[in-house]
């Protein structure tokens, strides 16, 4: 070969090698600078947002039927009210307080006044009848009106109108008329009988002036109080699950969220897959990998859409809301610990506030009251009484009732009486289980305020972990998305395979996940740290009795 030729040859295959190169470079430069200009075109970000980024405006499961009114929830506050407000579980319980004191009142029910009033006839047939003086048959009608009244001192009172009207067949005396002045001496034909009495009763000493009585009632008054405290338990259980759920219904909502957020990047990836295999830097199996994916994703985000629409619906009916309104919510959770948190505090507004130790404190007082009504029954009873009447006789009922006002014939009886059950084994026994009983309530009470300093440390610790897992969560999400969008920058040049890509992706959907609940679970340690102390009605601004009150007609 002469070096012409050769001269040919080599200027030859270095232009074809310069040509291939460029054509390399030129392709390269467009697989690099394509993804930019198709963000250009379709202006999205690559990136998953923080959950405090995400904008609180519901996603598509809810209707976009404007003729359907919005209830906007802006804050915890108005899911309180709500619930107290709306809820049909909550307005049973308040319901049910209502009529915590049906046993108070019927206590004072052997103690009110009553009236009586009666009429009797009694008919007699004689035996003997040959005397002049006597008839065949007696009749005779008995009339009485009284008013009566046992007060809670023990003491019986009662005051009584008679009349008895006498009336037969008895062949009058000529010689002796019946009239007012001969009715001593002769029985008249007919006699009116009435009485004007007063009758007073008290027992000395086993209820001696309502010591039994007045125990009784502090007992009704406290049972009442409880059953008021428990169901006042109940409604705030109620409350703090409903707030749970709306803490749940938010959860699915950034779970939608989630899933369109893996829809879109799990698209993207496959658009970037089908550009590196048009220049031979991907496989088409990558591809049907990346369509497998997306069909997953999708499956996923209409499993969470229906999730999503359960709860919606669920807390719909829970806050008894209208057929035509939608629910939707705004605002912030706490993202910070509350700065009024103090255990030795909290221990003490627990003790004061709890409903169940306020209860179980008034069960002891009730025991203690227990006791002592029990050992005054084995006392004897001791009482004294004294009856007062005046009375009158005349044919006449008019001059009859004259006689009894004027207190011509006054009747008067006093009495006393002791009485005392002897071997009586059940009185006994019930003192003896009243003794236990007190030994019983101290143990419980020991054992409830070790359960509440418990709840109360546990909470705080709880407080403390769940925010700083919150902390991590930030921080985890944060390194997860850098590291998304360096490998998926690199698997654009083809340096990382699509099995890397997608665990990268896998991991910064669950820590976005993660963040979502650390966040839910944070403010729900808050909330149950506020129930272990009594303090949700008062942080929310909310008066109880004012809201049992209103039910009351």
């Known amino acids: 070969m002469n070096f012409a030729a050769f001269f040919y040859f080599r200027l030859s295959s270095v232009s074809a090698s310069i040509i291939a190169s460029i054509i390399i470079l030129i392709g390269t430069i467009t697989f690099l600078i394509s993804p930019l200009l198709s963000q250009k075109k379709t202006k999205t970000k690559p990136k998953i947002q923080n959950i405090e980024d995400q ?14 009114e919005i209830l906007f929830i802006s804050s915890i506050e108005e ?33 009110a006044p009553s009236i009586a009033s009666g009429w009797q006839r009694q008919k007699t047939k004689n035996r003997y009848t040959n005397s002049f003086t006597s008839g065949d048959t007696t009749e005779i009608d008995s009339y009485f009106l009284k008013a009566k009244r046992l007060f809670s001192s023990g003491t019986y009172f009662e005051v009584q109108i008679a009349d008895i009207y006498k009336k037969s067949d008895e062949i009058e005396n000529p010689l002796f008329p019946s009239t007012s002045d001969t009715s001593d001496i ?72 989630t899933a369109s957020s893996l829809l879109k990047n799990t698209h993207k990836v496959l658009a970037i897959t089908r550009r590196k295999k048009r220049i031979g830097l991907a496989e088409s199996f990558e591809i049907s990998q990346w369509k497998a994916l997306i069909a997953n994703a999708k499956s996923i985000l209409k499993t969470v859409n229906l999730q999503y629409d359960k709860l919606r619906r669920d807390l719909r009916r829970t806050l008894n809301l209208k057929s035509n309104q939608q629910l939707s919510h705004q ?19 627990a003790y004061q506030k709890r409903p169940d130790f306020k209860s179980l404190q008034l069960h002891k007082k009730n025991i203690k009251r227990v006791f002592e009504i029990t050992k005054n029954n084995l006392l004897p009873s001791v009482s004294v009484n004294a009856q007062y009447a005046w009375r009158g006789f005349d044919p006449n ?35 003896r289980d009243a003794k236990i009983n007190l030994e019983q ?25 769940s925010y700083q897992k919150y902390k991590n969560a930030q921080e985890i999400l944060k390194s997860n998305r850098t590291f998304y969008s360096g490998i998926l920058k690199r ?36 909330v149950r740290y506020d129930l272990s102390r009594n303090f949700l009605f008062e942080k929310y601004n909310i008066d109880i009795d004012q809201l049992i009150n209103k039910l009351k007609r």
């Not at 006002?405 to 009586?424: A, K, R, T």
């Not at 890397?500 to 910064?508: E, Q």
């Open 397 to 431: 009922s008019g001059e009859a009732y004259s006689q009894s006002s004027s207190g011509e014939y006054p009747d008067y009886s006093v009495g006393f009486s002791v009485e005392y059950p002897l071997w009586d084994d059940g009185l006994r026994v019930d003192l």
């Open 79 to 111: 899911v309180v009210r709500l619930i107290l407000n709306n809820s049909d579980a909550t307005r049973l319980k308040q319901l049910e307080i209502l009529k915590a004191d049906t046993g108070l009142r019927k206590t004072n029910s052997p103690y």
């Open 491 to 526: 698997y654009r040049q083809g340096r990382f395979s699509a099995t890397a890509v997608k665990n990268a992706l896998d991991t910064l959907v669950q820590s976005e996940q993660g963040l979502i609940e650390a966040i839910i679970n944070f403010n729900i340690s808050i």
């Open 331 to 349: 605002g912030k959770l706490n993202t910070v610990i509350p700065n009024n948190l103090d255990i030795e505090n909290d221990l003490k507004m």
């Open 186 to 257: 002769f029985s008249p034909a007919t006699l009116h009988s009435t009485q004007l009495s007063v009758v007073l009763k008290q027992e000395l000493l086993k209820n001696a002036f309502g010591y039994s009585h007045r125990r009784s009632l502090a007992i009704q008054e406290n049972i009442a109080e409880i059953e008021r405290q428990h169901l006042i338990n109940e409604i705030t259980s109620i409350l703090v699950s409903s707030m749970i759920n709306f803490w749940k219904f938010k959860i699915s909502h950034g779970n939608i969220k």
């Open 441 to 465: 309530i101290e143990i419980e009470e020991k054992q409830l305020k070790g359960s509440i300093s418990d709840e109360i440390n546990h909470g705080f610790q709880e407080i403390q972990v």
């Open 55 to 68: 904008k609180s405006t519901p996603p598509k499961p809810i209707s976009k039927d404007t003729s359907k």
